[in-house]
């Protein structure tokens, strides 16, 4: 079992920054692809960013290519999704999952999520 913990959410203005973060809780973090996935209110949970275990491959939704960058630090088992020129499109709870091989199809492990808010 993983568990996963998504951190720094928050209410920014569009054209604003912020940082999420998710730590795991297994040393086998590395044997996971980790992605980011989003929902916003009345909408179906969408793909945003992925990145291989190793940190070598990364693969990105059109709608956030250029503005937002994946990262993993497997020494401290999280991962990090920076988000740069926010729009209010992108409010939404944001949610980690870890899954296996690359490209991943399914999705083992969830975190809580936490909510991003930009304001226009």
């Known amino acids: 079992q993983v568990q996963l913990v998504e951190s720094g959410g928050g209410l920014v203005q569009a054209g604003g920054s912020l940082r999420l973060s998710c730590a795991a809780s297994?040393?086998?973090?590395?044997?996971?692809?980790m992605n980011w996935f989003r929902q916003a209110p009345g909408k179906e949970r969408e793909f945003v960013a992925a990145?291989?275990?190793?940190?070598?491959?990364?693969t990105y939704a059109d709608s956030v290519k250029g503005r937002f960058t994946i990262s993993r630090d497997n020494a401290k088992n999280t991962v990090s999704l920076q988000m740069s020129r926010l729009k209010p499109e992108d409010t939404a709870v944001y949610y980690c999952?870890?899954?296996?091989?690359?490209?991943?199809?399914?999705?083992?492990?969830w975190g809580q999520g936490t909510q991003v808010t930009v304001s226009s």
């Open positions: 990145i291989s275990w190793s940190g070598s491959s990364t």
């Open positions: 297994r040393r086998t973090f590395t044997s996971y692809t």
């Open positions: 999952a870890a899954s296996r091989g690359w490209p991943s199809y399914a999705y083992d492990y």
